[in-house]
């Protein structure tokens, strides 16, 4: 028996998973509109998609219905922050009982770092990098300072006993 006979008679008819894209134009801010586009498979036209950001619903598009494909447009606030979008749709089967398809595989929306964070951050490493160093080496010379006091004292000890070690020569004489 072919495959389509089977699942009509086993009551429901598996839909396909639509296939979803970033459409021109690509952000490059978070202030940038996203456009994602969700497309069913031929023999779907003027389904009801759903676009997810994660698990969560975000727009809710009907085809016209003599088409394909929905293009969401997400302008602004939480939903163009970014992340990871999937997409299906629904149609109405056999007996009008609604049926939906398999997500869609993910989309991954993500925005480049501005230049001037990187410039700002590395400068403001740059800055308690110098600040450490020179803390490091204000303790370094702090301890490195010479106290003449116990120069002195090694000097007499050892003058005392250089002058012992003569005195016991002269005594072997």
């Given at each position: 028996?072919?495959?389509?006979?089977?699942?009509?008679?086993?009551?429901s008819?598996?839909?396909?998973?639509?296939s979803?894209?970033l459409?021109?134009?690509?952000?490059?801010?978070?202030?940038?509109p996203?456009?994602?586009?969700c497309?069913a498979?031929?023999?779907f036209?003027g389904?009801?998609?759903?676009?997810?950001?994660?698990?969560k619903v975000?727009?809710?598009l009907?085809?016209?219905?003599?088409?394909?494909?929905v293009?969401?447009n997400?302008?602004?606030?939480?939903?163009?922050?970014?992340?990871?979008?999937?997409?299906?749709?629904?149609?109405?089967?056999?007996?009008?009982?609604p049926?939906?398809?398999?997500?869609?595989?993910?989309?991954h929306?993500?925005?480049?770092?501005?230049?001037?964070?990187?410039?700002l951050s590395?400068s403001?490493?740059?800055a308690?990098?110098?600040?450490?160093?020179?803390t490091v080496a204000?303790?370094?010379r702090?301890?490195?300072?010479?106290?003449?006091?116990?120069?002195?004292?090694?000097?007499?000890?050892?003058?005392?006993?250089e002058m012992?070690?003569?005195q016991d020569?002269?005594?072997?004489d």
């Open positions: 028996m072919p495959w389509t006979v089977l699942l009509f008679a086993a009551g008819m598996a839909i396909p998973a639509p979803i894209l459409a021109p134009p690509h952000p490059s801010s978070q202030e940038d996203i456009y994602i586009e497309t498979p031929q023999g036209p389904a009801n998609f759903t676009l997810y950001q994660g698990e975000v727009q809710l009907q085809a016209p219905a003599d088409q394909l494909r293009t969401f997400l302008s602004g606030g939480w939903e163009a922050a970014g992340g990871t979008f999937h997409c299906r749709y629904g149609v109405l089967g056999e007996h009008r009982q049926q939906l398809s398999d997500l869609s595989e993910p989309v929306v993500s925005f480049p770092v501005p230049t001037w964070i990187l410039a590395v403001l490493v740059g308690l990098l110098l600040a450490g160093l020179v204000v303790v370094i702090k301890d490195m300072s010479f106290d003449n006091s116990l120069f002195a004292i090694s000097t007499e000890i050892q003058g005392i006993s012992s070690n003569k020569v002269a005594a072997d």
